[in-house]
């Protein structure tokens, strides 16, 4: 793909890199040279973005003249390099990389930068087309204010920016930290400065750990020793329990010789590696960055088995920082087959309540009890239910009541040092939105003043908006056209005085996926967003959905985990993302359904080997390495679709009547791989399915 400037002489080429070309080579050197303002970037980084179609280069007569790198988190577009060659500047070369990137992603709802002001860039970026919408503080060793930016592509604006507000949490051991801090020259150490680079340092907190404190209490030089602790002091320190800590060193020493050969200590600094792990899995924290070779590569498959926790390098966390967000955010392969239990609270349940008190809001203990007293008095009007989790500890707290087509949740809380708070904030929401589906209820509302930031976090993902000191999402149990959506909407918004955007026909993908999304399970039919019909066996419908073809009822509240992942060939069927899906459910040598089942949002779809696929996408689900070695090629690349919000049809579709609505549509089925529908099919498919409802 290129684009030439017109009547520019020479003329100026835009395209996107190939992977296997040598130009990838001249923007790593580029971006090397510049990296004193651009912040360091691994090679790795790089070739990522050449993979995922997100590196654009600039030539002239055949020599690199600049780049673009950018990726694609949510629906926005976010800038993370623009640079041009000096010896090519004033060309207009900044302008033609940036217009491209407007051109190649017009769906989505614009592009978004971070820039440090005193660059003084301010003029260029105005220049641009871009805004400035917000200065926060830089989170490196000098603080320096960031810029943020914003060039918008002018979508219905209400819910084309659903990108998460979370931060990676990672524990840094010393060597990272060193890189940091250090004002000794240490060799490699901007690979680890890569992480302060504007457009992702406040996406990444770095936290400390007793041992690294330790450590840093060592340092011979009293000065130096006293700057390094005051700089320490500026990232949030952790607490675990010693002794818990101590337990889960003892069995990496014991497993690592006994399972993964490794005779442990072989020196001192083996110890440290260990505890670093132990307390932060102890700390609840599943990150631990490193450049410490031993530590990554030997201990690191330990620690996993051991402990829950990923050892990283820094450039991993570069290259991945969105998909670690979402990872950390949710770990949706804990509640498949979950022993968690959904249920009303019993009478006097006061002091185990406590583990839902909000101290960082300054909640006081008296008070929040006083609620709960006053909610359980009022069981005819409150409905008071926790989620327990297998060893039966309290891990959510909701209360809910109906009044005038509304349902208003006053208390919404998840245990804060349980490990999967920010999963079972996100899970709740869902259940929450499907209650109020079940029920013909058409809002929303979280009252709640004192909701943790797990769930302020979540709900601004789901679209969740402020109104009058609340968070409302509407939903939106229709499949029609955008008129339709709006008209039902606004009726829904009227209820509380909540003003709704007017969807205009033909909507981008970008923006549809994402009002589709806020307005669950609103699904948009004459939008642009397409519809693909993916095959699964039904082993894998079984395990991924609990889907069973007979007739015993299922309970999916807990149990279907709201993101999944699924393999293939990494052979291009043509999909595009994002997506929406219908799961046909085919036959293998143990069952045959031949049923469409269900219906999700595609996210995403990565091709990668079957071994990295595995490691990045663990947390979602039921594959095991070996079924992805079996989707892979003969060169071990597989595809990954990650999908969300999987909706069971009440009513699965039988192949027979699939074959018939395809006809009558004018449509050839192909269900021997991934196949795009027309709307009009997959609306007829999704309705029957739902027929039930």
């Known amino acids: ?199 992702i340092e406040d996406m990444v907190d770095l936290l400390v750990l007793p041992t690294l404190v330790e450590e840093i209490g060592k340092l011979k030089d009293p000065a130096e020793r006293r700057r390094q602790l005051a700089l320490a002091s500026n990232h949030d320190r952790l607490h675990p329990d010693r002794a818990a800590a101590d337990v889960l060193v003892r069995e990496m020493l014991t497993r690592g010789k006994t399972e993964f050969g490794l005779d442990l200590p072989r020196e001192p600094n083996d110890l440290l590696d260990l505890r670093y792990v132990a307390e932060a899995s102890v700390s609840g924290v599943g990150y631990v960055v490193s450049r410490d070779n031993f530590l990554t590569s030997s201990i690191g498959p330990l620690a ?69 007293r006053d909610l359980a008095s009022k069981p005819a009007t409150w409905d008071r239910r926790w989620i327990l989790d297998g060893d039966g500890r309290p891990a959510a707290l909701y209360c809910m009541r109906q009044q005038d087509g509304q349902m208003e949740v006053s208390l919404l809380r998840t245990a804060v040092s349980h490990p999967l708070a920010g999963t079972l904030a996100r899970q709740l929401l869902y259940l929450l939105k499907g209650m109020c589906r079940d029920q013909g209820i058409s809002v929303l509302r979280l009252s709640d003043p004192n909701l943790s930031k797990d769930i302020r976090t979540a709900a601004a993902e789901d679209g969740f908006q402020s109104h009058q000191d609340t968070l409302v999402a509407l939903v939106v149990d229709a499949c029609a056209d955008a008129s339709s959506i709006t008209d039902l909407a606004a009726q829904a918004g009227a209820l509380v005085g909540f003003d709704t955007p007017e969807l205009p026909a033909s909507m981008p993908a970008a923006a549809a996926y994402a009002v589709e999304r806020a307005w669950w399970p609103a699904k948009i039919t004459d939008a642009e967003l397409p519809s693909f019909l993916v095959p699964i066996w039904p082993l894998f419908a079984s395990d991924l959905f609990e889907f069973s073809p007979s007739l015993l009822p299922r309970n999916d509240r807990l149990g279907i985990s709201r993101q999944h992942v699924y393999y293939r060939a990494a052979r291009s069927a043509g999909e595009r993302v994002p997506a929406r899906i219908l799961w046909y459910a085919s036959s293998d040598k143990n069952r045959t359904v031949q049923q469409v089942i269900a219906c999700s949002r595609l996210d995403d779809t990565v091709v990668d080997q079957g071994r990295a696929l595995h490691a990045r996408f663990q947390h979602l689900g039921v594959w095991e390495r070996r079924h992805i070695d079996k989707a892979a090629n003969t060169e071990g690349l597989a595809r990954a679709l990650l999908f969300s919000d999987t909706e069971i049809f009440p009513r699965p579709i039988s192949l027979s009547r699939l074959r018939t609505l395809a006809d009558e549509h004018r449509h050839s089925l192909r269900l021997q791989s991934v196949s795009k529908i027309p709307p009009q099919l997959f609306s007829a498919l999704y309705r029957e399915g739902h027929i039930a409802r």
């Open 304 to 372: 996993e088995a051991v402990c829950n926790v990923r050892v990283l390098r820094p450039s991993e966390i570069v290259v991945h920082v969105d998909e670690l967000i979402r990872a950390q955010a949710y770990q949706g392969r804990d509640l498949l087959g979950t022993s968690f239990s959904d249920g009303a609270v019993p009478a006097g349940q006061e002091e185990r309540l406590a583990v839902f008190l909000d101290q960082p809001s300054g909640e006081r203990k008296s008070s929040f009890h006083a609620r709960l």
């Open 1 to 199: 793909m290129e684009n030439s400037s017109g009547g520019a002489v020479p003329p100026i080429r835009v395209q996107l890199v190939d992977p296997s070309h040598e130009l990838l080579d001249a923007v790593i050197q580029l971006g090397d040279r510049n990296r004193a303002t651009l912040g360091f970037l691994a090679g790795a980084a790089f070739e990522q973005a050449a993979h995922s179609r997100t590196l654009l280069a600039a030539t002239i007569r055949g020599k690199l003249a600049g780049y673009a790198l950018f990726a694609l988190p949510a629906q926005r577009i976010r800038l993370a390099h623009l640079c041009v060659d000096d010896r090519f500047k004033h060309r207009g070369i900044a302008r033609l990389l940036v217009d491209k990137i407007s051109e190649l992603h017009q769906d989505r709802s614009g592009i978004g930068l971070k820039c440090r002001r005193d660059y003084g860039l301010e003029p260029m970026w105005t220049a641009l087309g871009f805004e400035q919408t917000n200065e926060v503080d830089g989170r490196g060793a000098d603080r320096h204010p960031l810029v943020v930016w914003w060039r918008d592509h002018h979508h219905p604006n209400l819910f084309t920016d659903l990108e998460s507000t979370a931060q990676f949490r990672v524990a840094m051991d010393l060597n990272v930290f060193a890189d940091l801090y250090s004002r000794d020259p240490r060799s490699g150490r901007e690979e680890t400065q890569g992480l302060t680079a504007s457009w």
